[in-house]
């Protein structure tokens, strides 16, 4: 089992930053991908970003791309997503996820493990 434990969410107005922290433990030795997912009221979770946790390979949905920057602490099991010109459809719940596959990372059902989700709220 592997838990993961999101931080960093809150409220911020358009134009600004905000980073998004993942801990993960347990067995952690498994993951082979991690990523975020997102969740609007009303919609579907979306694919945000994701990285191979041992390449350092990254991922992202067209809409974030040079706004938003995914990172990894291997020491800490630690994930980032570093979170830059805000705007209000970046409102949403934040998901970790861990998977033990590093195949279709930016596929929803290719992930295990979730966290239990940071509220990120812009205000324009």
């Known amino acids: 089992q592997v838990q993961l434990v999101e931080s960093g969410g809150g409220l911020v107005q358009a134009g600004g930053s905000l980073r998004l922290s993942c801990a993960a433990s347990?067995?952690?030795?498994?993951?082979?991908?991690m990523g975020w997912f997102r969740q609007a009221p009303g919609k579907e979770r979306e694919f945000v970003a994701a990285?191979?946790?041992?390449?350092?390979?990254?991922a992202y949905a067209d809409s974030v791309k040079g706004r938003f920057t995914i990172s990894r602490d291997n020491a800490k099991n630690t994930m980032y997503l570093q979170m830059n010109s805000l705007n209000s459809e970046d409102t949403a719940v934040y998901y970790c996820?861990?998977?033990?596959?590093?195949?279709?990372?930016?596929?929803?059902?290719?992930?295990?493990?979730w966290g239990q989700g940071t509220q990120v709220t812009v205000s324009s």
């Open positions: 996820a861990a998977a033990t596959t590093a195949w279709n990372i930016r596929n929803l059902a290719a992930y295990t493990y």
């Open positions: 990285i191979n946790w041992n390449s350092g390979t990254t």
């Open positions: 347990g067995r952690t030795v498994s993951n082979n991908a």
